[in-house]
């Protein structure tokens, strides 16, 4: 059943389970009122969820809690937060759920002073102690750059869990601080914690030059000593490092062993690592593979492939993604046509009228779109008055890099 098809039905089940529970008077029943709402917000129906809130002569925390993580989870941090002030102000206590549940959405929308409101709820209201309260606030201060009073809530916690642990290694590496994210691990698992694929994967990240080429072996062998090994999480962050480590025979190998266990991102790591270390024959090879296997690359896929079309000999690959862009319907995808733009701009026999073409017929246009344009044209020495000023948004600022560039071309 496709996903729309399953989603109405699941809503016609929901809507008939609210309409009995009207007919037999169990609609005032708070916990069948809490079911019912938690069915139409797994349902995306916000507003038939808010509409029974409201309508509920009891409701409890539970019933609050979720509806803020139903906000929560759609994107919706206004509601959300337009929800937990009315549940204070009317006099309900926050517990450990509500403070997991807004402080996620306060560091998605990376609004700190509502976090540091909520910070104070937490002391007011005796949650600092619960781990699950002080994991979250922890997790909201390093997502808002604020790793030292993440880490200040790390230090005063009489209990962490690997959520805890994680979040803080995961904002020294951030960072880049090496000595911090190695310091904690050791630490965590001193503790008796189990490292998992949330703690290797921001440690992979860092390794980002040969010198670090040693240590990343080492810390391959502790994946594998602990059965990590084939976690998608882990062998894709693996592909990564060891390209930027500069070992691409290594991520070779662990792209091999990954068989059965590969996604579109193992796939797509594969493909930038073989393009990271110019062997574009080798990443031409590997998207014809995908092609084969029926795979659907995706933007990532596209425009990694695309970017290494500039040389003679690879023209005709270059035309050829052109044209499958086309078949599938993908040329109105803006990170596309700007690969597509750049890859005839830089080209040693530069196609200006390709990228022209692309760049007119562009629906969406962003920065990097008139940039790319711009800097191509200064580069095959054609001055920014040759372009079309009917194609100019007048919305649209060009930097002074770009400017100057054109001028002097």
């Known amino acids: 059943m496709r996903p729309l098809q399953t989603t109405l039905a699941n809503l016609s089940k929901v809507l008939a389970s609210h309409c009995q529970a009207i007919k037999v008077s169990l ?65 309900f206590v926050f517990d450990g759920y509500t403070f997991g549940s807004i402080f996620k959405s306060i560091a998605s929308s990376n609004h700190l002073e509502c976090g540091q409101q909520v910070h104070a709820d937490v002391i007011k ?20 750059d604020r790793v030292g009073d993440g880490s200040v809530v790390f230090n005063d916690m009489p209990e962490r ?9 995961a904002g020294y590496a951030e960072l880049g601080d090496h000595k911090h994210c190695f310091q904690l691990m050791m630490s965590m698992e001193r503790e008796g914690l189990r490292v998992d694929d949330a703690t290797f994967a921001p440690l992979l990240a860092m390794l980002d030059g040969v010198e670090f080429c040693m240590f990343m072996k080492q810390i391959h062998g502790k994946i594998m000593k602990i059965g990590l ?6 062998c894709n962050a693996l592909i990564t490092a060891y390209s930027k480590c500069g070992c691409i025979d290594d991520a070779k190998r662990i792209f091999d062993i990954t068989g059965g266990y590969r996604d579109l991102v193992t796939w797509n790591s594969m493909l930038a690592a073989y393009m990271e270390h110019d062997q574009e024959k080798c990443g031409f090879k590997l998207f014809l593979e995908m092609e084969k296997l029926g795979l659907e690359p995706d933007i990532y ?36 046509a700007n690969a597509l733009i750049s ?5 040693i026999n530069s196609s200006v009228n390709n990228a ?38 007048d919305n649209w600022i060009p930097d002074d890099h770009h400017l100057l560039k054109s001028v002097k071309a």
């Open 301 to 336: 896929t596209y425009t990694t492939i695309i970017s290494a079309c500039f040389v003679d000999s690879q023209q005709s690959q270059g035309r050829s993604l052109h044209a499958l862009v086309l078949k599938r319907g993908f040329e109105q995808l803006t990170p596309i």
């Open 161 to 169: 869990n690997s959520v805890s642990w994680n979040a803080l290694i």
């Open 27 to 91: 609609i005032t029943d708070t916990y069948t009122a809490n079911n019912i709402i938690n069915s139409y917000i797994k349902c995306k129906e916000l507003i038939n969820a808010l509409k029974l809130f409201d309508e509920m002569p009891y409701p409890d925390t539970v019933s609050w809690n979720t509806l803020i993580a139903g906000y929560v989870n759609s994107g919706c941090f206004d509601m959300a937060w337009g929800v937990l002030k009315s549940m204070k102000n009317i006099g």
């Open 356 to 393: 022209l073409k692309i760049f007119e017929f562009m629906h969406v246009k962003d920065l990097v779109s008139w940039n790319t344009v711009l800097t191509g044209l200064s580069q095959n020495v054609i001055s920014f008055y040759d372009l079309d000023l009917d194609l100019v948004d």
């Open 229 to 234: 090994e084939f976690d998608n999480t882990v």
């Open 125 to 144: 209201m005796g949650y600092k102690g619960n781990v699950y309260a002080a994991s979250a606030l922890l997790d909201m201060y390093v997502k808002c």
């Open 343 to 347: 890859m005839y701009l830089k080209s």
